[in-house]
């Protein structure tokens, strides 16, 4: 079975440029999860959303940061203008339907500002 | 609000040894309780879970965990290391009914030697 799917894996690129990160989750899983993962911090919640409506963002960072769900099979997460503070790896991860079903982790995409 | 304790940043055992990492929360109720590994360049693989019912749980690749509602704590056991182990380890706290909102862990890497 397919696994949570992000691309890119590595994204390097200059300050002030849009970033685009993509998932797409596990078929049949309706939540869906955005982390990022610091030295500084460890991993923080972003966002979350459940059946493609974002439940919680309260943990992104600022308006900068935007993330989208249009639907079953696929969600961005876009960083607009990106600063190197933002330098991290980003996390996807998705659960099926209920309350005690575990999150599973796409690879992760390692985003570099310069 | 809930919180997770991991005290041991770095743990280093020889391969054969018996392992245990450490990991208290803080939490109104008894919460969902998760251990996480990641290899490095990799996303976060489930080792596994406690909601409610027999305190010692049984994971994949021969880890288990103890709860102790005593001394708010969920700690990883392997009797014995394989170098295959060498990854970093997370635990996790979910307010209960739900696995949705989770609060890691700042992780312990594990260094196994020979």
């Known amino acids: 079975d397919a696994g949570v799917i992000q691309s890119p894996r590595h994204e390097v690129t200059e300050m002030g440029q849009e970033v685009t990160l993509r998932c797409k989750p596990i078929?049949?899983?309706?939540?869906l999860f955005w982390y990022r993962q610091t030295m500084m911090r460890g991993l923080e919640l972003l966002i979350y959303f459940n059946n493609n409506v974002p439940i919680d963002d309260s943990g992104m960072p600022e308006d900068r940061f935007s993330a989208k769900m249009p639907n079953a099979s696929f969600s961005t997460l876009k960083i607009q203008p990106s600063e190197p503070r933002d330098s991290a790896v980003y996390f996807c991860?998705?659960?099926?339907?209920?309350?005690?079903?575990?999150?599973?982790f796409g690879d992760g995409t390692r985003l570099s500002i310069l | 609000a809930q919180s997770v304790t991991q005290p041991d940043i770095h743990i280093t055992v020889s391969e054969g040894a018996s392992l245990e990492l450490r990991c208290n929360y803080s939490y109104g109720a008894t919460p969902y309780l998760f251990w996480y590994v990641q290899s490095p360049g990799q996303g976060l693989q489930l080792l596994l879970k406690?909601?409610?019912?027999?305190?010692l749980v049984q994971g994949i690749k021969g880890f288990e965990a103890e709860f102790k509602r005593s001394q708010s704590s969920f700690n990883l056991r392997k009797p014995s290391v394989h170098w295959s182990d060498a990854a970093e380890y997370f635990c996790a706290v979910g307010a209960p009914g739900t696995a949705s909102k989770l609060t890691f862990g700042t992780g312990t890497r594990l260094q196994v030697t020979l």
């Open positions: 991860a998705t659960s099926g339907a209920g309350t005690s079903q575990p999150q599973h």
């Open positions: 406690y909601f409610s019912g027999d305190t």
């Open positions: 078929s049949g899983h309706n939540s």
